[in-house]
C-alpha cells in the first residue's frame, strides 16, 4: 500500500509581527518543531484522519466538497475546496496519522503547519495542473487558510513553514522573498502556557490599523507607508482621532525595524547585538502600542535580558503564546534558566529548519 509522510515546521516571527495582513514585510525562520502526517493508502473512498496527540479523530469522503461547499472554520475542506480549482482531485482514500512536537496555541504555528502538511500530503498523492513548487504549496495553504475561510490573518505563517529557513517575505500581491542564509545559533523559544488570542486579536488590531490608513488617505490619496519615515509620524497622527493614533504609529514603526533588520541580515557577517537590540525594539511597539503583551510575557522577557539575552520579544497574534530570545554563546543555558524562573511552562533552544518536506 502506497504510504506517503509529509513534515511541516513550525515557525517563529523575528520581526513584522501584525504587519502582514497590512501587506507589510516580516522576517521569519522555520524552527525544528514539525507537525507530521503519516498516509497509508486504503481501500476505501475517505481520508480516516487521526490526530492520537489531542485524542480527536474524523473520516472526510474524498469527494467531500464542491463549489458551494462552506469551509469556514474547516482547514481540511477548505484545503480540499482550493485544490480542486487546481484540478487535485482525490481518487482514493488514505488512513492518516498526524502528530506534533509544534505546542498548540503557543504563537509558533502549529495550525498552519497541519495546513501545509495536508497540502502537500495532497499535491503529492494526486498531483495538480501546474508544477508543484514551496511556492505553490505556500500559496495553497495561505488561500484555504486565510482567503477561503475570511480570515484576518496574512502570509506569513504558510510561507515561512513551506519555504522554510530564515526569510524576509513581501506579504502583499507579489509574495516576492529573500532567503537569508544564516542559522542564528542561540535562538530561545519560551512557552507562557496562556493560550493566545488569535482571531479576535487579529480581527481588532488589522481592523484598526487599515482604518488608520484608511482615514490618512482621504486626505491625501497618494499617501504610501513605505515611505513614512519616523519623523512623519506626529503629521500623519494630526489626521487621525487618538484612539486610531497608536495603531498607524505601531505599524510604521514595525516597518522601519524590520527594513532596518534586512541592512543586519544582507551583512556578511551578523551582529547579533545589534539584531537583538531590533527584537527587543519591535517587542517594545508590541507592547506600548499594540498592548498585546500579558504579565507573565513581560515577565519571561525581562528575566531573559536581565540574564543575559541580546534580545526578546513576544511571537504571533499576542496576549498569551510564547516569546523568542536570542542569548550569546556560553549563555544559552543561563537565559533558559531565567524564563523558567519567570513563569514559562516550557524553555529550549531550536535551529533553523529547510522547511515542509515529503519524507
Same mark, same amino acid.
Given at each position: 500500500?502506497?504510504?506517503?509522510?509529509?513534515?511541516?515546521?513550525?515557525?517563529?516571527?523575528?520581526?513584522?509581527?501584525?504587519?502582514?495582513?497590512?501587506?507589510?514585510?516580516?522576517?521569519?525562520?522555520?524552527?525544528?518543531?514539525?507537525?507530521?502526517?503519516?498516509?497509508?493508502?486504503?481501500?476505501?473512498?475517505?481520508?480516516?484522519?487521526?490526530?492520537?496527540?489531542?485524542?480527536?479523530?474524523?473520516?472526510?469522503?474524498?469527494?467531500?466538497?464542491?463549489?458551494?461547499?462552506?469551509?469556514?472554520?474547516?482547514?481540511?475542506?477548505?484545503?480540499?475546496?482550493?485544490?480542486?480549482?487546481?484540478?487535485?482531485?482525490?481518487?482514493?482514500?488514505?488512513?492518516?496519522?498526524?502528530?506534533?512536537?509544534?505546542?498548540?496555541?503557543?504563537?509558533?504555528?502549529?495550525?498552519?503547519?497541519?495546513?501545509?502538511?495536508?497540502?502537500?500530503?495532497?499535491?503529492?498523492?494526486?498531483?495538480?495542473?501546474?508544477?508543484?513548487?514551496?511556492?505553490?504549496?505556500?500559496?495553497?495553504?495561505?488561500?484555504?487558510?486565510?482567503?477561503?475561510?475570511?480570515?484576518?490573518?496574512?502570509?506569513?505563517?504558510?510561507?515561512?513553514?513551506?519555504?522554510?529557513?530564515?526569510?524576509?517575505?513581501?506579504?502583499?500581491?507579489?509574495?516576492?522573498?529573500?532567503?537569508?542564509?544564516?542559522?542564528?545559533? !542561540?535562538?530561545? $523559544?519560551?512557552? /507562557? &502556557?496562556?493560550?493566545?488570542?488569535?482571531?479576535?486579536?487579529?480581527? *481588532?488590531? #488589522? =481592523?484598526?490599523?487599515?482604518?488608520?490608513?484608511?482615514?490618512?488617505?482621504?486626505?491625501?490619496?497618494?499617501?504610501?507607508?513605505?515611505?513614512?519615515?519616523?519623523?512623519?509620524?506626529?503629521?500623519?497622527?494630526?489626521?487621525?482621532?487618538?484612539?486610531?493614533?497608536?495603531?498607524?504609529?505601531?505599524?510604521?514603526?514595525?516597518?522601519?525595524?524590520?527594513?532596518?533588520?534586512?541592512?543586519?541580515?544582507?551583512?556578511?557577517?551578523?551582529?547579533?547585538?545589534?539584531?537583538?537590540?531590533?527584537?527587543?525594539?519591535?517587542?517594545?511597539?508590541?507592547?506600548?502600542?499594540?498592548?498585546?503583551?500579558?504579565?507573565?510575557?513581560?515577565?519571561?522577557?525581562?528575566?531573559?535580558?536581565?540574564?543575559?539575552?541580546? !534580545?526578546?520579544? $513576544?511571537?504571533? /497574534? &499576542?496576549?498569551?503564546?510564547?516569546?523568542?530570545?536570542?542569548?550569546? *554563546?556560553? #549563555? =544559552?543555558?543561563?537565559?533558559?534558566?531565567?524564563?523558567?524562573?519567570?513563569?514559562?511552562?516550557?524553555?529550549?533552544?531550536?535551529?533553523?529548519?529547510?522547511?515542509?518536506?515529503?519524507?
Amino acid at each position: 500500500m502506497k504510504k506517503i509522510i509529509s513534515l511541516a515546521s513550525g515557525r517563529t516571527c523575528l520581526f513584522g509581527d501584525h504587519q502582514d495582513y497590512l501587506g507589510l514585510p516580516v522576517i521569519t525562520c522555520a524552527i525544528d518543531k514539525f507537525i507530521k502526517l503519516v498516509a497509508v493508502e486504503n481501500n476505501s473512498a475517505c481520508f480516516n484522519i487521526s490526530k492520537p496527540d489531542i485524542n480527536e479523530q474524523r473520516t472526510i469522503q474524498i469527494d467531500a466538497v464542491n463549489e458551494h461547499t462552506d469551509v469556514i472554520g474547516d482547514h481540511f475542506l477548505a484545503v480540499l475546496k482550493v485544490l480542486k480549482k487546481y484540478n487535485c482531485i482525490p481518487t482514493k482514500g488514505f488512513d492518516i496519522t498526524i502528530t506534533g512536537t509544534i505546542p498548540i496555541n503557543a504563537g509558533l504555528s502549529s495550525s498552519s503547519a497541519v495546513v501545509v502538511a495536508w497540502v502537500q500530503f495532497l499535491l503529492e498523492a494526486f498531483g495538480c495542473n501546474q508544477e508543484v513548487t514551496q511556492e505553490f504549496i505556500a500559496q495553497i495553504a495561505y488561500e484555504a487558510e486565510v482567503v477561503e475561510q475570511k480570515s484576518s490573518g496574512g502570509k506569513m505563517d504558510q510561507y515561512s513553514i513551506s519555504l522554510g529557513n530564515i526569510i524576509y517575505l513581501e506579504t502583499d500581491e507579489s509574495s516576492a522573498y529573500e532567503t537569508i542564509p544564516k542559522k542564528l545559533p !542561540g535562538l530561545i $523559544i519560551g512557552e /507562557s &502556557g496562556i493560550p493566545k488570542d488569535t482571531l479576535g486579536t487579529l480581527k *481588532e488590531l #488589522k =481592523e484598526n490599523a487599515l482604518r488608520s490608513i484608511e482615514k490618512i488617505k482621504e486626505i491625501d490619496p497618494n499617501f504610501d507607508i513605505r515611505k513614512v519615515e519616523k519623523d512623519d509620524i506626529k503629521t500623519y497622527e494630526s489626521y487621525l482621532t487618538t484612539d486610531l493614533q497608536p495603531y498607524f504609529r505601531a505599524a510604521v514603526l514595525n516597518y522601519l525595524i524590520t527594513r532596518k533588520a534586512l541592512v543586519e541580515f544582507q551583512k556578511e557577517k551578523l551582529n547579533y547585538k545589534t539584531i537583538g537590540d531590533l527584537m527587543y525594539q519591535h517587542h517594545e511597539v508590541l507592547r506600548d502600542l499594540l498592548h498585546i503583551t500579558v504579565p507573565r510575557i513581560d515577565n519571561m522577557i525581562d528575566a531573559a535580558l536581565a540574564n543575559g539575552a541580546l !534580545g526578546a520579544k $513576544i511571537v504571533g /497574534s &499576542g496576549k498569551g503564546g510564547s516569546i523568542v530570545a536570542l542569548a550569546p *554563546e556560553g #549563555k =544559552e543555558q543561563q537565559v533558559i534558566d531565567s524564563i523558567k524562573n519567570a513563569g514559562a511552562v516550557d524553555v529550549y533552544l531550536v535551529a533553523i529548519d529547510t522547511g515542509a518536506r515529503i519524507v
